[in-house]
């Protein structure tokens, strides 16, 4: 079956960084699309970046543009999302997702546009 299991989250000062990884397996990683999303306390769940399946594609939320990364591995199956100049805006519960035999027309920036979830991994950045 589909898994999708973040991982590396934590606390760290203002201005630091965090690189997570999403560890998927039980489908063909390297022909599937991947996003990063996250929810602070309180919020919707919200687009942080997206990238296409042969990784040629890459977009962010304009909040963590030119700050985040997104990047695919396809010999190890994981996502990363490496996080520079965290702010603690950036606090929240991130996870990754993925789009496999969907038809949506959605938007890749909307939940809807995913139907496979990881579980999430806490980031916590104090100032």
């Known amino acids: 079956q589909v898994q999708l299991v973040e991982s590396g989250g934590g606390l760290v000062q203002a201005g630091g960084s965090l690189k997570l990884s999403c560890a998927a397996s039980?489908?063909?990683?390297?022909?599937?699309?991947m996003g990063w999303f996250r929810q602070a306390p309180g919020k919707e769940r919200s687009f942080v970046a997206r990238i296409t399946w042969g990784g040629v594609i890459t977009n962010y939320a304009d909040s963590v543009k030119g700050r985040f990364t997104i990047s695919r591995d396809t010999t190890k199956n994981t996502l990363y999302l490496q996080m520079n100049s965290l702010k603690p805006e950036d606090t929240a519960v991130y996870y990754c997702a993925t789009r496999i035999n969907y038809d949506s027309s959605a938007s890749y920036a909307a939940e809807g546009y995913y139907n496979y979830w990881g579980q999430g991994t806490q980031v916590t950045v104090s100032s």
């Open positions: 039980g489908f063909t990683f390297s022909r599937s699309a």
